[in-house]
T-cell receptor
Framework: EPEVTQTPSHQVTQMGQEVILRCVPI?????FYWYRQILGQKVEFLVS????????KSEIFDDQFSVERPDGSNFTLKIRSTKLEDSAMYFC??????????????FGEGSWLTVV | GESVGLHLPTLSVQEGDNSIINCAYS??????FIWYKQESGKGPQFIID?????DKRQGQRVTVLLNKTVKHLSLQIAATQPGDSAVYFC????????FGTGTRLKVLA
């Protein structure tokens, strides 16, 4: 069964450093997403991406964050100048079409980021 | 305001019993609904979906019921097993970018 894959599964970084989280969405999917889940809290939407541009973003997704689709298979989330409060599980997800058209969003297993 | 909400934060059931997890939605324009399961330390996993032109949909040991009149969604798990222990989220396609706190299902041996 096709799945969303993410690397690394766990990363520890020093405060102030830049981090890149990588994702390979399901191959025939066109919409890509990043979500965040701080330990013990609910899943929060960060950004959605379609046709090589951001289609929606939340208040969390400020200038510290950026996304990129550098090639035909990868989708990355870059976090610049990491802060302690950026420590969370980051989930990549993808869907064939938009949720508003009844398409399911499929999630990866997550990348656990710890900022020290 | 609009919300995707769950009635109970924690549900404890005996192994082998049936579980019912409830969800209220408030956006009458939603026409597609999904239940996700999230095990500890893992990503949300698709369980079952239902479109608004249906009242009921069955999967393997799971059934989703949709009551559009009262904007209510439920997930029924038959013969609950220890592996069913997880947090369950509902989502509606108008608000698929937002998840509620979820209901934690605990299966008691």
């Amino acid at each position: 069964e096709p799945e969303v894959t993410q690397t690394p599964s766990h990363q520890v970084t020093q405060m102030g450093q830049e981090v890149i989280l990588r994702c390979v969405p399901i191959s025939n999917h066109l919409y890509f997403y990043w979500y965040r889940q701080i330990l013990g809290q609910k899943v929060e939407f960060l950004v959605s991406f379609y046709n090589n541009e951001i289609s929606e973003k939340s208040e969390i997704f400020d200038d510290q964050f950026s996304v990129e689709r550098p090639d035909g298979s990868n989708f990355t989330l870059k976090i610049r100048s990491t802060k302690l409060e950026d420590s969370a599980m980051y989930f990549c997800a993808s869907s064939e079409g938009t949720p508003n058209s009844g398409n399911t969003i499929y999630f990866g297993e997550g990348s656990w980021l710890t900022v020290v | 305001g609009e919300s995707v909400g769950l009635h109970l934060p924690t549900l404890s059931v005996q192994e082998g019993d049936n579980s019912i997890i409830n969800c209220a939605y408030s956006n009458s324009a939603s026409d597609y609904f999904i239940w996700y399961k999230q095990e500890s330390g893992k990503g949300p996993q698709f369980i079952i979906d239902i479109r608004s032109n249906m009242d009921k949909r069955q999967g393997q040991r799971v059934t989703v019921l949709l009551n559009k009149t009262v904007k209510h969604l439920s997930l029924q798990i038959a013969a609950t097993q220890p592996g069913d222990s997880a947090v369950y989220f509902c989502a509606e396609n108008i608000l698929l970018y937002i998840f509620g706190t979820g209901t934690r299902l605990k299966v008691l041996a």
